[in-house]
């Protein structure tokens, strides 16, 4: 079997290890004659795997304390919803920095539900290339959190700070961060959020698992008529078993996690390849006549590079050999156009090294 190299957006590749790892304990979990798949959820066995998955994530991100994790259902985008019926409960407003596509689905969503949502901030008006300064931030007089999407996966747009916002009384006004693409890139300082959330399909495992870390101060601040199944609180209480979790994809997770630690060494050595990838692709780009990206260098993403080929005639082409070359899923969202290159955690740097050299060769053939 030869395995070729995914650039895929999401869901995206997973670490080989991990793979083989899953492949070997499929039918037989560690000599307990059944699969993880098959396991009751309230099991010793699985509680154990769930526990262990935690702890792990935990180190590797430096969760505090004082903070829940939650292993949920619905994706991110469920949260664009359980974010607004958790934190609102008690009144105020939704503050949003808007930087692409997914900021905007969560703002949307919001406004959906009947909430009242402001815009603390917007980069629409450079066609977003580029966030919204730190001090261009307008926060409202009852901000009850600032909400903002850290990368944006369509667009290629990354934050290169973290806000720190206050209201004019001077009340911290809690970050709330949809991490999905770049958490577990590399290290951050959770400390500085009362949310975070992310997708598991980038980084973290398989579809159909969502994390949540949550301050504990944020807790119990629900709508009362909201559903039991999107409570934090009653979802933390309960260990994130208020009904079945997608179990496998939490085992898978605690994997990757494994994986994190042991072979990779942790995020600060994560970062540093993922740096170097970035930095790579980017210079193959930056130094041709055929490709071009359009971001402002200091919020380039470091998970998803988008380029455009400057003949768009020639996009058909490039993606039907990349395909052929083993360099697959490189062809960009529909909503923008041109090529997209993923290079989440778990794509190898030959990966990068492999669809540089395709680019090169194409461009001396064709461009």
């Not at 301050?215 to 601040?221: A, E, I, K, P, S």
């Not at 994190?260 to 990838?277: H, I, P, W, Y």
Request: aromatic share 8%.
């Amino acid at each position: 079997m030869t395995r070729r190299y995914n650039f895929c957006a999401g869901p995206a590749a997973l670490p080989e290890a991990v793979l083989e790892r899953a492949r070997d304990e499929l039918l037989d979990y560690q000599g307990r004659g059944l699969s993880v798949m098959e396991m009751s959820h309230r099991s010793d066995e699985f509680v154990a795997i769930a526990e262990q998955a935690e702890a792990d994530f935990r180190e590797l991100l430096g969760v505090p304390r004082n903070y829940k994790v939650l292993f949920l259902q619905g994706g991110a985008s469920l949260q664009f919803a359980m974010l607004p019926m958790n934190l609102l409960g008690q009144g105020g407003r939704g503050n949003f920095i808007q930087t692409g596509i997914w900021g905007k689905k969560a703002l949307n969503e919001a406004k959906r539900l009947g909430f009242d949502c402001h815009v603390a901030a917007s980069s629409e008006p450079n066609g977003h290339t580029a966030v919204p300064a730190a001090d261009a931030l307008t926060i409202s007089d009852d901000a009850a959190y600032l909400h903002y999407t850290a990368n944006e996966t369509i667009g290629g747009l990354e934050f290169d700070y973290t806000p720190q916002v206050q209201r004019n009384d001077g009340a911290s006004v809690p970050l709330v961060c949809d991490m999905s693409s770049n958490i577990l890139s590399g290290p951050r300082d959770v400390s500085q959020f009362g949310v975070i959330y992310a997708g598991a399909q980038k980084n973290i495992g398989p579809a159909g698992l969502t994390l949540v870390v949550v301050r504990d101060d944020l807790l119990g601040n629900a709508q009362p008529t909201i559903p039991s199944l999107f409570d934090y609180q009653l979802l933390a209480e309960a260990g994130s078993m208020v009904n079945t979790p997608p179990t496998y994809a939490w085992y898978l997770a605690g994997l990757v996690f494994k994986w994190l630690k042991a072979d990779v060494g942790g995020l600060e050595a994560m970062d540093a390849t993922n740096q170097r990838k970035a930095q790579k692709l980017y210079a193959a780009i930056d130094a041709s006549d055929l490709y071009s990206n359009p971001i402002a260098r200091h919020n380039r993403s470091r998970m998803n590079v988008p380029f455009v080929l400057e003949d768009a005639r020639l996009d058909d082409a490039f993606l039907k050999e990349a395909d052929e070359a083993g360099l697959l899923n490189l062809k960009g969202h529909r909503s923008v156009g041109g090529m997209r290159a993923s290079l989440y955690n778990a794509v190898p740097e030959e990966a990068v090294d492999a669809l540089i050299a395709f680019m090169a060769d194409f461009e001396q053939r064709r461009g």
